[in-house]
T-cell receptor, first 113, second 111 residues
Framework: DGGITQSPKYLFRKEGQNVTLSCEQN?????MYWYRQDPGQGLRLIYY???????QKGDIAEGYSVSREKKESFPLTVTSAQKNPTAFYLC????????????FGPGTRLTVT | GENVEQHPSTLSVQEGDSAVIKCTYS??????FPWYKQELGKRPQLIID?????GEKKDQRIAVTLNKTAKHFSLHITETQPEDSAVYFCAANTGGFKTIFGAGTRLFVKA
């Protein structure tokens, strides 16, 4: 299960607070991704980064922000502007080119009340 | 926009029977089609993939077929076992960094 890690596994926050989810990989992959998983909706892309200091919005970027200051790290901030933040968040990475296997982290389950 | 539809959303089979999951994609430029398996409480993991220059690929009990003309691809699991119970996701990629996932199929294999 090594290679890509996420922390914490469970996270609880009050409404109105920003929260940052951690994602680290030691696979030397250039590309990293954040997905949101809700029941019956599969994996929806929030943000992705092809290389350090560069990232692009995915399909559901509103209310989220990211940074990519290091190749190994791609933290996701869930801001108070995200209307329905309670979900399971998965980070992934892949080698340059993107047309290949994505390696997923174990996920963080965020609950906002 | 790009879309991947996956059916059925739930599938229940008897141990030893076959299971088939079907997906369709909208972007004709898609050329890479991975399948991921997610066991309860675990991360998705790649189980098989196929590229657009191939019509079929097999790996032991699992196989994937691709019909580019119809923009369909399917996962076939033969001789199902209880450990095959999981959620399966199909996906499509056009060669860039963005992969579109289907909504998932929850497979139950009854012993």
């Amino acid at each position: 299960d090594g290679g890509i890690t996420q922390s914490p596994k469970y996270l609880f926050r009050k409404e109105g607070q920003n929260v940052t989810l951690s994602c680290e990989q030691n696979l030397n992959h250039d590309a990293m991704y954040w997905y949101r998983q809700d029941p019956g909706q599969g994996l929806r892309l929030i943000y992705y980064s092809q290389i350090v200091n560069d990232f692009q919005k995915g399909d559901i970027a509103e209310g989220y922000s990211v940074s990519r200051e290091k190749k190994e790290s791609f933290p996701l901030t869930v801001t108070s502007a995200q209307k329905n933040p309670t979900a399971f968040y998965l980070c992934a990475s892949s080698s340059t080119g993107g047309k290949g296997e994505q390696y997923f982290g174990p996920g963080t389950r965020l609950t906002v009340t | 926009g790009e879309n991947v539809e996956q059916h059925p959303s739930t599938l229940s089979v008897q141990e030893g029977d076959s299971a088939v999951i079907k997906c369709t994609y909208s972007d004709s430029a898609s050329n890479y089609f991975p399948w991921y398996k997610q066991e309860l409480g675990k991360r998705p993991q790649l189980i098989i993939d196929i590229r657009s220059n191939v019509g079929e690929k097999k790996d032991q009990r699992i196989a994937v077929t691709l019909n580019k003309t119809a923009k369909h691809f399917s996962l076939h699991i033969t001789e199902t076992q209880p450990e095959d119970s999981a959620v399966y996701f199909c996906a499509a990629n056009t060669g860039g960094f963005k992969t579109i996932f289907g909504a998932g199929t929850r497979l139950f294999v009854k012993a």
